[in-house]
Structure formats: C-alpha cells, structure tokens
C-alpha cells in the first residue's frame, strides 16, 4: 500500500480503562509509603542498576500507578535491592519493600487480568 511518507502511529494516550491497578493496591495496602511518592526521581538518580542499564523506579512507580503492568513486570527484577534509594527518599517512601511487594504481586498474579 502507498504510504506517501506517512505512517499511523499508536495512540499514546492513556486509557485508565483498559489498565488494571491491581498490582498498585496490592502494594499500596501493605506499604502505605507507596501512596505518597511524588515521583521526584531522587531514587532513580541515586540507583545502582540505573547507573549501569535504562532501569528508573521512578518511572515503574509512574506505570503501577497508572495500571501498565506489563512493561514493570521484567523490569523490576532488575532491582539489587541494596537499599540506596530508600536513604535517598525526600518522602519516607520503603522503595525496597514497595520492589518485594511488587514482585510478590507479579508472583500472585501471574496474568495481568483485572
Ligand atoms: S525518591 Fe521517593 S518520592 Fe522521589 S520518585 Fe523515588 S520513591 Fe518517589
Ligand atoms: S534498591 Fe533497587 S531501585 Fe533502589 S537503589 Fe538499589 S537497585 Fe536501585
């Protein structure tokens, strides 16, 4: 088909419908520091994994926030778990905690269905 230069691009929006936030209530009931994250990136700058790969938690606290589990899914066993970000945290957030709960919930729920 003649595409005259042009493509159709996804849409990027972000339909909270189609998403499923399952996994953030998982870890919201059991770490109540995850709710008040405000996704400074403190963590992220002072990461070890992300000193070396594209790893961010701050961008994966973003994505179980809005219910787009599946990109966090792998990712997050990237975590060392060493703690840093934890010492780093302007807001008291329990980052290594919320990383444990969170892979127990991908555990506990292996297939994202709502
Ligand atoms: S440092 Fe704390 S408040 Fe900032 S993005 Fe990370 S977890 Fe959220
Ligand atoms: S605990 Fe995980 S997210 Fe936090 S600094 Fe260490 S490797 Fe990074």
Known sequence: M???GFAISKGRQIDYDANSRHI???ISEREPSFR????CG???ATCTTGNFTSFSLRELHILLKRG?????RENIKKCMLCGK?????P?????????TLARQAFQ???ADAV
């Not at 787009?68 to 966090?72: A, F, G, L």
């Open 91 to 99: 807001r008291g957030v329990n980052t290594r905690n919320v990383v």
């Open 2 to 4: 003649e595409r005259f």
């Open 36 to 39: 008040v994250c405000i996704e």
């Open 108 to 110: 506990k729920f292996p």
């Open 68 to 72: 787009e589990n599946e990109s966090v």
């Open 42 to 44: 403190c963590c992220a």
């Open 85 to 89: 970000c934890t010492l780093v945290c």
């Open 24 to 26: 953030a209530g998982y």
